[in-house]
């Protein structure tokens, strides 16, 4: 059973840096892609920053140059998520999600949630 905890989430000032951790256990195949999604009230869910099996890396464009994803290099299924420079507008659950693609047949894994909170 597919398994995504994540942690680090919490409220800071308007400028601050959080940094989000997500672990993903239980697959039998290689994840082709796994990042970070966010919700805020009222919105839909979108994607903030994912890596895929070959490291190639997309960001949504309100957090260029703000948000780093990286990966464990000794475990490619954990991955971080640094946020810089927040803005208020950050605030949302974040989720971490994760894709396999088993005989080209798409499965995709969410986390709980973490809730981060940006104070103006």
């Known amino acids: 059973q597919v398994q995504l905890v994540e942690s680090g989430g919490g409220l800071v000032q308007a400028g601050g840096s959080l940094r989000l951790s997500c672990a993903a256990s239980?697959?039998?195949?290689?994840?082709?892609?796994i990042g970070w999604y966010r919700q805020a009230p009222g919105k839909q869910r979108h994607m903030v920053a994912t890596?895929?099996?070959?490291?190639?890396?997309?960001y949504a464009d309100s957090v260029m140059g703000r948000f780093t994803i990286s990966r464990d290099n000794a475990n490619k299924n954990k991955v971080w998520l640094q946020l810089n420079s927040l803005k208020p507008e950050d605030t949302a659950v974040y989720y971490c999600h994760a894709e396999e693609q088993p005989w080209g047949v798409v499965r995709e894994y969410w986390g709980q949630g973490t809730q981060v909170t940006v104070a103006s």
């Open positions: 890596i895929d099996m070959r490291d190639n890396i997309n």
């Open positions: 239980g697959s039998s195949f290689a994840f082709v892609n």
